[in-house]
């Protein structure tokens, strides 16, 4: 009761408006509904038909995104300082003579115009081929069919449990904002935020696999045993903790900031004053009005995910498809790095999309923005 | 003793993957398997595209291969059924292939492969990368039933480094394509001591090959590991996880004194120096070339750069070379003797201490491949050194291809040693006044475009010459010359090392090594020799 009121006078303005103003919710923050007035059904009728509405228009929406990253990519690749002749010769880049570099330079058509090597790789990718990986010197699809399970294992478990936990605790620093919980714990995020996830994965291996010698250092399995059920989870342990923690702080601020601004809103007001209780409160009406935009925030900054996977990803070399994005960008490997940088835009944008069909169920003020 | 190590081995036969004491068992302490972490991507085990070109790689034989042991590695046949003979000009080498060997397919070795093999690497269409180092041949033709000749565009006594390179079956190189999207890279064919029996992106596995033709293996099983992170591989090898990995020297030094585990330096020729280009004004001065050669403090850089795991460099020949190498071809740490040869030259002190002859300030830019640590700091150590006699170094960080158009104008730090295995290899990119004309060779070759009469003389008399002897006076020939009038300076020669657990394995010993090095190299370049009782 009184810590409802205690947030109420730290945001004396507490109205919808503060959600924009707290930086974290992305266009889609609640607005109210425009007024009419016909019947619940019909109402709800309406909202799935503009929700599909969204669906289908974002939908749309992907091809000239993708369109227009992939040509991009290509013609920024053509044009960035980087000569993929490096990332092909590797060390004997200094030793092979300028004959020899001008014709694999031709072989590998790396002399021609951006937009004919775009469009060699557009017409592969329609007759159904991703072409092949001059990094691994393999194909594109055995690369990604190889790695990107042990990618989805480590970054969707790491992910979930970074939900959970900035659930829990997020709520419970919001309900109680300026408490001893609430202070500890954003402390505690601002020093993980600062702290690199490479040097988080060495201190981890180095107290938990080597001084206590609980948990196994780093790899798939025991010095490359074959993979079992058992061995890949003990050794998902600790690359998994990691990264959720790397991923926390970002996730439970954004829950923390969104519980305490539903606290301020008018309909937690009126449901003090009509004498509920606090628990209540808290379960049936502040949490499920903070999760709309915390939904949001998680599929808009999945890019973040992907990039604590590659540092976490190397460090437990784990052979995941993180590190190639790196190899790939490196190498100039176009045929892997083209897939992966539209596989991930493709990604965020349905995640985003998800998301916001998400929000759009849970909270019936969120508008479809059509 | 024995019945410890059974114990063990029933441990690691009965203990799920998961377990931690299983699984170091699995490796030397118990059984015939070997377990290696390395630092190198996996995959890409295509000789055509250059892999294994020093005959490191276990999958395949060259037509010869490398005796391992102190000093400089001499040649022995591998493929070939004695080793190959030139004719008086060393233009025509006539090799005999030996019989009965058989690839891992089950098909059978002969003289066609042989040609196949090379003709795939100088093939345009193969875009190998491997191509430059084998300018010299012009063609390779089978002779005979079991004799192939190589045909060479100029006469080369060191041919035989050319020939450690693994033969690969004729019918998969058939089809002329890319070296790089060849089934060889994942799928390799070859004769040698192990066949890869799986392969995925964190681990390859090879087993012995029962049926070589030099005995089968008693390490019956190489486990190769891909763990990139440096700090990683220190951690899961003070584990006791694996048997053994590469470590940077630094990260190598804390195991020294651990129970059960040695750390290995293994001497290569990878030498460390930067270039002193002719055309420019302070570079290009013969007192300021000399004057840094005597004002670099290469030991210190040995100690606190390498962790003590080098030796020092005055020209690119080590002292390993043994005959080849000159004795009293070095540069003494001398500042006091750099400062009076460059105000012997005119070089004066200015106001801040940084020298000025007519007007130009002693000042040159040295440019590093910014993603290489060891260079960055050997390029750090020097620019002090060079400070301290009045000479501004000021450092760069670039990639290679920006490097690459101011390669003739602007001092650079250089590696080299990728084919140490003959003076010729080893001295004649960097030293020939050949490559001083646009358009021959690399732009790397000679980056300082050094020339000397003297010394490209004796270059070529290496070169051309077949008699042991003469080579070796021509070589020592080019260091004396050298010394006198040097065009680089060369730094270090870095010594790689090695952390292994003990398992009571018989070595052959070490061998020289190559710039490239992993777990390839290391003791394990020869495991395929190695016994125990």
């Known amino acids: ?163 959970v936990v900035a659930l829990v605790l997020g709520i419970a620093a919001g309900v109680r904002s300026g408490g001893i919980l609430d202070r500890g714990v954003t402390a505690l995020c601002v020093v993980v935020q600062g702290l690199p996830p490479f040097v988080m994965s060495l201190a981890a291996i180095a107290v938990f696999a080597l001084a206590l010698g609980w948990l196994p250092a780093a790899g798939l399995t025991d010095g490359g045993a074959d993979p079992t059920v058992g061995g890949v989870l003990r050794h998902l342990v600790l690359p998994v903790v990691v990264l959720a923690i790397s991923q926390v702080p970002w996730l439970l601020l954004a829950v923390r900031e969104s519980v305490v601004t539903s606290k301020g809103e008018d309909f937690v007001a009126g449901a003090v004053s009509r004498g509920i209780p606090t628990p209540t409160i808290t379960r049936r009406h502040i949490v499920p009005t903070s999760l709309a935009p915390f939904v949001n925030i998680v599929g808009v900054r999945l890019p973040e995910l992907v990039v604590g996977a590659v540092l976490v990803e190397e ?14 960008a490196r190498d100039l490997d176009m045929a892997l790095l083209a897939f992966l940088t539209i596989g991930t835009t493709v990604v965020v944008m349905v995640g985003s999309l998800l998301a916001d069909v998400v929000v759009a169920l849970m909270d019936p003020r969120v508008s479809t923005d059509g | 003793m024995i019945a410890l190590t059974g114990v063990l081995v029933l441990t690691a036969c009965t203990t799920p993957g998961g377990s931690v ?33 020093a005959g490191e790689a276990k999958m395949y034989d060259g037509l010869v291969r490398l005796t391992g042991g102190e000093g400089m590695p001499g040649f022995e046949p591998a493929l070939a059924a004695e080793l190959p003979t030139a004719n008086e000009d060393a233009t025509v080498w006539t090799v005999k292939i030996r019989p009965d060997v058989t690839f891992s397919d089950g098909s059978t070795f002969g003289a066609e492969d042989v040609v196949a093999t090379y003709e795939a690497i100088l093939d345009p269409a193969s875009a190998s990368e491997a191509r430059s180092s084998f300018d010299m041949i012009e063609e390779v033709v089978q002779t005979g039933d079991d004799t192939v000749e190589f045909h060479l565009a100029y006469p080369y006594a060191p041919l035989l480094t050319k020939m450690l390179i693994g033969v690969v079956p004729s019918e998969s190189v058939a089809t002329p394509g890319l070296a790089a999207e060849s089934t060889l890279n994942t799928a390799p064919i070859g004769t040698g001591p192990y ?30 590991l891909y763990v990139p992170d440096d700090n990683t591989r220190a951690q899961r090898m003070a584990s006791g996880e694996i048997d053994g990995t590469n470590l940077p020297p630094l990260l190598a030094n804390t195991f020294e004194g651990k129970d059960g585990m040695t750390v290995t330096a293994h001497t290569s020729a990878d030498w460390r120096g930067l270039s002193l280009p002719t055309d420019n004004p302070v570079a290009g001065d013969p007192a300021v070339r000399m004057a840094l050669n005597l004002a670099a403090n290469r030991q210190s850089m040995i100690d ?86 009045g000479v501004e170094v000021n450092l760069e960080a670039l990639s290679w291809d920006r490097i690459d158009p101011r390669i003739n104008t602007d001092s650079t730090l250089l590696g080299g040693g990728d084919e140490p295995f003959d003076p010729d290899t080893q001295a004649y990119g960097a030293l020939s006044s050949v490559f001083v004309q646009p358009d021959v060779g690399s732009i790397y070759d000679n980056p300082s475009d050094y020339q000397d009469a003297t010394v490209d003389a004796a270059l070529e008399v290496g070169r051309r010459s077949l008699d042991q002897a003469e080579r070796d006076a021509a070589y020592r020939e080019v260091q004396d010359a050298y010394i006198d009038d040097p065009g680089y300076v060369y730094l270090v020669f870095l010594d790689h090392t090695y952390v292994s657990k003990d398992a009571g394995w018989t070595m052959s010993g070490p061998v020289l090594e190559p710039h490239a090095h992993g777990v390839t190299w290391g003791p394990w370049w020869s495991l395929q020799s190695w016994t125990r009782d």
């Open chain 2, 195 to 224: 066949t890869l029996v799986d392969l995925s992106p964190d681990r390859a596995v090879l087993e012995a090959n029962e049926d070589y033709w030099d005995g089968a293996p008693e390490v019956k099983k190489l486990t190769l």
């Open chain 2, 304 to 389: 606190n750069v390498l962790g003590g795991h080098g030796r020092v460099a005055a020209t690119p020949i080590p002292e390993v070379y043994g005959d080849a190498y000159e004795p009293g071809a070095i540069f003494t740490y001398d500042p006091a003797r750099a400062e009076q040869i460059l105000t012997d030259a005119g070089w004066i002190e200015g106001p801040d201490g940084i020298r000025v002859k007519d007007g130009q300030r002693a000042q040159i830019a040295l440019m590093y491949n910014s993603v290489d640590t060891v260079r960055r700091d050997l390029a750090q150590a020097f620019a002090s050194d060079a400070l301290a006699v």
């Open chain 1, 1 to 163: 009761m009184t810590t409802v009121q205690a947030g109420r006078e730290e945001r004396p303005a507490g109205t919808g408006q503060d959600a924009g103003q707290a930086g974290t919710v992305p266009d889609d923050a609640p607005r109210p509904s425009e007024g009419q007035a016909p019947s619940v059904q019909d109402l709800r009728r309406g909202r799935h038909r503009d929700i599909w509405a969204m669906v289908g228009r974002r939908l749309l929406f992907i091809v000239p995104v993708t369109a227009a990253v992939s040509a991009g990519l290509f013609a920024a690749a053509k044009y960035s300082p980087f000569d993929p002749l490096v990332g092909y010769l590797g060390t004997r880049y200094m030793t092979t003579s300028d004959a020899d570099k001008a014709i694999i330079s031709e072989q590998l058509g790396f002399d021609r115009p951006w937009y004919s090597t775009y469009w060699g790789w557009v017409q592969d990718l329609f007759g159904g081929d991703l072409g092949l990986s001059r990094s691994f010197n393999q194909p594109v699809a055995q690369v990604i069919g190889e790695r990107l399970p042990w990618t989805l294992l480590l970054a969707g478990t790491a992910l979930a449990l970074a939900v």
């Open chain 2, 21 to 53: 004491d299983g699984a170091s068992a699995a490796g030397a302490d118990g059984t015939d398997g070997i377990v290696l972490a390395d630092g190198y991507e996996l995959g890409g085990y295509n000789p055509v595209a250059g892999f294994g070109a």
């Open chain 1, 315 to 328: 460090v437990f070399s784990w052979p995941g498809v993180a590190g190639a994005i790196v190899t790939s």
